[in-house]
């Protein structure tokens, strides 16, 4: 059984720092490539960074010099750093593990909400 949780999200001023983490099971991490996405509401769900099974890294415009997204093999899990945090970032911010060997394979978590707010 194939398992994205999430976690980190919470309330935080404008300005502050989060780190989500994502812990993944059920499927050999190394060969993924891992992604989150947020969606705010009534929005449609974005890519906000995304690192290959090779360490290759893009980030959305929003991430851009503010968020940093990191891989750890050893503990199957991403992370996502977010720092200058803004009020539209308040989203629900999704895992995703991607890979396409003859056919694709998609998984996504949860979520975690996010909320920056004074």
């Known amino acids: 059984q194939v398992q994205l949780v999430e976690s980190g999200g919470g309330l935080v001023q404008p300005g502050g720092s989060l780190r989500l983490s994502c812990v993944v099971s059920?499927?050999?991490?190394?060969?993924?490539?891992m992604s989150w996405y947020r969606q705010a509401p009534e929005k449609e769900r974005e890519l906000v960074a995304g690192?290959?099974?090779?360490?290759?890294?893009i980030y959305g415009d929003s991430a851009k010099g503010r968020f940093t997204i990191s891989r750890d093999n050893h503990k199957n899990t991403v992370y996502l750093q977010m720092n200058i945090l803004k009020s539209e970032d308040t989203a629900v911010y999704y895992c995703?593990?991607?890979?396409?060997?003859?056919?694709?394979?998609?998984?996504w978590g949860q979520g975690t909400q996010v909320t920056v707010s004074s």
């Open positions: 690192i290959s099974s090779g360490g290759t890294i």
């Open positions: 059920g499927i050999t991490f190394s060969s993924f490539g």
């Open positions: 995703n593990a991607r890979r396409y060997i003859d056919f694709r394979e998609d998984y």
